[in-house]
Nanobody
Framework: QVQLVESGGALVQPGGSLRLSCAVS????????IGWFRQAPGKEREGVSCISSAKGTTYYADSVKGRFTISRDNAESTVYLQMNSLEPEDTAVYYC?????????????????????WGKGTLVTVSA
């Protein structure tokens, strides 16, 4: 059974950092990509980042490029999203997901409808 569980969300001040984790089971990171998405209140779900399986190719939305870093530990079946220089606009529920493909399909951004399975999300609040 494919499962993804996010953790690490918290309240953080502007300019601060957080590291989110996505622990997966039922499939191997050796073969499948993982994407991170976020959804703020009243807004559509936004594709933030993705890491492919084989070469570890990464994608970042323009809104987080240079501030967020995605990485993975295949042995621990965990994907991380390191978030630095956080801004109030980063406040959202963050989700990880897998397309159950080796790479994420990026066409005009990372699209939620390309994902096969999702975690339940973790809340990140950036506020003074």
């Amino acid at each position: 059974q494919v499962q993804l569980v996010e953790s690490g969300g918290a309240l953080v001040q502007p300019g601060g950092s957080l590291r989110l984790s996505c622990a997966v089971s039922g499939f191997s990171l050796d073969y499948y990509a993982i994407g991170w998405f976020r959804q703020a209140p009243g807004k559509e779900r936004e594709g933030v980042s993705c890491i492919s399986s084989a070469k570890g190719t990464t994608y970042y939305a323009d809104s987080v490029k240079g501030r967020f870093t995605i990485s993975r530990d295949n042995a621990e079946s965990t994907v991380y999203l390191q978030m630095n220089s956080l801004e109030p606009e980063d406040t959202a529920v963050y989700y990880c997901a897998t397309p159950l493909e080796p790479a994420c399909a990026v066409r005009r951004g990372l699209q939620a409808n390309t994902m096969y399975s999702w975690g339940k999300g973790t809340l990140v609040t950036v506020s003074a």
